[in-house]
């Protein structure tokens, strides 16, 4: 059985303490924030199945800058609430910046 999923785009700033994480724990980091918000997610299939998320080029280590990020959700989902739900769960540093 196949789930049908909607990707949303996101933008976050990374800046702060933040900069000293490397791209696999950001993707820890979101994981939680996304599970605190209880949003729809989209699973991979399989033995482990993890949440589904795509980043574009990655940031390098003690770099300020913005990141790009595709979520996968379950159903389709609003801008205005993922930005309502996933804001207060992001830490210091990692805000959002756009949803498309």
Do not use: C, H, W
């Amino acid at each position: 059985m196949q789930i049908e999923k909607f990707a949303v785009r996101l933008t976050v700033e990374k800046g702060g303490d933040m900069v000293y994480f490397s791209q696999l724990d950001l993707a820890l980091i979101l994981t939680r924030a996304l599970r605190r918000a209880d949003l729809p997610l989209y699973y991979t299939q399989g033995f482990n199945p993890r949440v589904k998320m795509s980043f574009g080029r990655a940031l390098k280590l003690g770099v300020a800058g913005q990141e790009e990020i595709t979520l996968y959700f379950t159903e389709k989902i609003t801008a205005g609430k993922l930005q309502e739900k996933l804001s207060p769960q992001m830490p210091q540093g990692l805000t959002i910046i756009e949803i498309s």
